[in-house]
């Protein structure tokens, strides 16, 4: 006999997707849910919510190539902070070599980053 595997699909695009990271949620909120993010040639990174991705929160544009990694890291407050603040940071690699870092909580880029 062979198992009976269910797959669902989660999230849709239209562009090829190069990376995926489901980020973990902002540490002081209990209720938060975690995001999933996902990196596409078309150079976007998309945010969405776990498990339900069909909601999109933001979309982080800044990269002129492909989104090729993306990383997940504590804010550099995480000890200290509560609230929006203390979102996880996000770091971003591309075709062209251009590495971005980005707050989840604002959606744009740190200067000098990409």
Known sequence: GGETVVKSVVVGHV???LDILVAPAPAPDASAR????????????????????????AFLLGHRSFVSRLAALPPPDAATTTGPAAAPLIVSGDGRGAVCVW???TTSAAPGSC
Do not use: E, H, K, W
Not at 37 to 55: C, E, H, K, N, W
């Open 15 to 17: 562009a090829m997707l």
């Open 34 to 57: 975690q995001r999933l993010l996902t990196a596409d040639r078309d150079g976007r990174i998309r945010i969405s919510r776990y498990p339900d991705a069909f909601v999109i929160d």
């Open 103 to 105: 707050t989840t909580t």
